[in-house]
């Protein structure tokens, strides 16, 4: 067993603001009937864990046990009800998994089980009341080789590494995005209805309280995010590519909400300009039948040589652009909690070519570092990558 | 296995909140083996209940025409505190602190499962005001998102000359340890913090 004294400090971090950090990472890994696993006790090393086996045999069920562990969902999917394995018509009533695991010093227990009706988490034995709870607790990165939908896909592909990222580091950042989102909702239904004017006054207060304070901190984390991802495609692509990542607000170029934000303004600041522009925006969102703008339209604006990543890279910067968009949360992460997280690969180091991968496998070999890595070949993996535990994956069953 | 009669009783028991199969079944038999002077008492206990009805002055539970705090001499009769529930009278009551009257909305504002502004008792709300004694309107609706929307509401509505409109204050609680406050609480008690000396 790792004791403080074993654990060695990381490159560009100080310790955790909550004392010595200690060996990090996931000791053990359970799942029943998760998916393609009918039963499967895992005991993981702190290094590079390799988990190699044809397709369809359960590689990537034991990462998506995982992401239900840390996020309480799949990378996968919106639907719950896909993780309960199922032989022929017979589907298992639940599907459950746990880990046992280290952060900042202390031996944490938690537990996802999923039922068709809900899915319920427990921490240390105490059943959660949100899954808001569980954000933070475990924090994970995930590589998985949709990744290039970060850089050419909807907004809410990157909204959603920029969401994870807020609630696994910002409490309070959390808090507000939720009220937010719950006062939009009743918003939209005041648009369905054609409320009284009254009515939307209150709740585009209650929108604008929650932005306010939401708008700031998700600014402050995309500039650090942003500078952290500049640095990594400039090593990446040995300096031929700039790129710029930059807030976009939810909001039109032509309201003044966009500056405000980008120019650091507080929430006091913020609170009475944003009610003013739901308020102007009544009209023209009643037409439309929801509520055009605002955070939940919020993006990363992604730039390489100055023009729109999204529209005009190509595969090798897109790809290049993406990877660095993880990297970037990982380190993060890494920054803000004091604990690099964990980091779970679909079957994506196959893909990188020799500049991008040497410039991963880098990082995947620190020490302190924990990974979950799914191949369906070992061999090349393993010529470049210390592996700390492999384990073969076959017919859902998962052996050392 | 268990006669109908006790199984019905069992179904209702089970409806209570907190209340799940296992604890319903143990009410119903412990109901059964009291004999029927105790099931006699449970049923006049509960017949009795349709002579409970909401204040038509607050909308607390009375027992015939206005409730027992409205009737009563109150000492502040122009202070009005303005709650979502019945149950939370009875949590202020048992403060002994507020000295004022009440008034039960039913609820609180959510246009998603249609509880607009006329499923709650609003127009008594401004009756009571309109009639001028009240000189502070106090707003504790529920601390979330739906009981502030419905507490800005409220205030934008009845804005009037010669009224203080309030709401409580949030903070952490007596007794708590503040490294267990979770956060959103912790930021509102920092937001909302006032000099050590004077107010």
């Known amino acids: ?215 700031p901190r998700r600014q402050r984390l995309i500039e650090r995010l942003g500078a952290c991802v500049e640095q990594h495609v400039q090593v990446l692509s040995r300096g031929a590519e700039r790129v710029a990542v930059t807030h976009d607000t939810g909001w039109p170029a032509a309201s003044p909400i966009p500056a405000l934000v980008t120019d650091g303004a507080k929430a006091s ?132 | 296995m268990i006669p109908a009669a006790v199984e019905a009783l069992i179904a209702q028991f089970a409806r209570f909140p907190g209340v799940g199969r296992r604890s319903a079944e143990r009410m119903a038999f412990d109901l059964l083996a009291g004999g029927a002077d105790r099931a006699d008492t449970l049923r006049l206990a509960v017949e009795r209940l349709s002579d409970v009805s909401l204040c038509p002055e607050c909308g607390f539970f009375a027992e015939q025409g206005r409730c027992l705090i409205c009737s009563q001499g109150r000492q502040d009769r122009h202070q009005l505190l303005v709650v979502e529930r019945p149950m939370d009278v009875i949590a202020f009551e048992k403060t002994a602190g507020f000295r004022g009257l009440y008034h039960v909305l039913g609820g609180h504002l959510s246009p998603l499962k249609g509880i607009t502004p006329d499923k709650l008792r609003l127009i008594s709300l401004y009756a009571r005001l309109d009639r001028g004694d009240i000189t502070e309107l106090i707003l504790a609706t529920s601390p979330s998102v739906e009981g502030d929307a419905t507490s800005l509401y409220i205030a934008g509505q009845v804005e009037r000359e010669g009224l203080n409109i309030t709401r409580l204050g949030r903070g952490v609680p007596m007794g708590g340890s503040l490294e267990f406050s979770d956060a959103g609480t912790l930021r509102l008690a920092l937001e909302g913090r006032r000099g050590l000396h004077g107010s």
């Open chain 1, 1 to 215: 067993m790792a004791s403080p004294g074993q654990s060695r400090q990381l490159p560009g971090t100080g310790p955790g603001i909550l004392g010595e950090s200690t060996a990090v990472g996931i000791e053990r890994l359970g799942l029943r009937d998760f998916r393609l696993v009918r039963t499967a006790d895992v005991d993981l090393a702190p290094g590079a864990n390799l988990f190699v086996g044809e397709n369809a045999q359960g590689k990537t069920t034991v990462l998506e046990a995982v992401s239900y562990l840390a996020r309480g969902r799949s990378f996968r999917t919106a639907r719950d009800r896909e993780c309960l394995a199922s032989a022929g018509d017979e589907v298992a009533p639940v599907a459950s998994a746990e880990a046992r695991f280290q952060r900042h010093g202390s031996r944490r227990l938690v537990r996802a089980a999923i039922t068709p009706s809900g899915k319920t988490f427990w921490l240390d034995g105490k059943a959660l009341k949100t899954v808001g709870e569980l954000w933070g607790v475990l924090p994970i990165v995930t590589f998985l080789p949709d990744d290039l939908e970060l850089v050419r896909g909807a907004p809410a592909e990157r909204r959603l590494l920029l969401d994870a990222l807020l609630a696994q580091v910002d409490p309070t950042g959390l808090a507000a995005m939720q009220s937010f989102n719950a006062a939009l909702k009743q918003r939209n239904a005041l648009i369905r209805d054609r409320a009284s004017a009254a009515q939307f006054d209150a709740w585009e207060a209650q929108m604008a309280h929650w932005a306010a304070r939401l708008l």
């Open chain 1, 269 to 400: 600041a913020l609170e009475e300009p944003l009610a003013r522009a739901w308020r102007e925006a009544r009209d023209a969102d009643q037409d439309r039948l929801f509520t055009r703008h605002g955070p939940h339209r919020g993006d990363l604006s992604l730039r390489i040589n100055n023009r729109d990543a999204r529209v005009y890279a190509s595969q090798g910067q897109a790809r290049t652009l993406a990877l660095a968009l993880r990297l970037g949360e990982r380190e993060l992460l890494e920054q803000i909690t004091g604990e690099p997280p964990v980091l779970l690969l679909d079957d994506v180091l196959g893909e990188l070519d020799r500049q991008r991968s040497e410039h991963f496998i880098r990082l995947l070999s620190r020490d302190g570092v924990q990974s979950l890595l799914t191949a369906t070949d070992a061999a090349p993996l393993e010529a470049e990558l210390p592996i700390a535990a492999r384990f073969t994956v076959t017919g859902g069953t998962v052996r050392r």
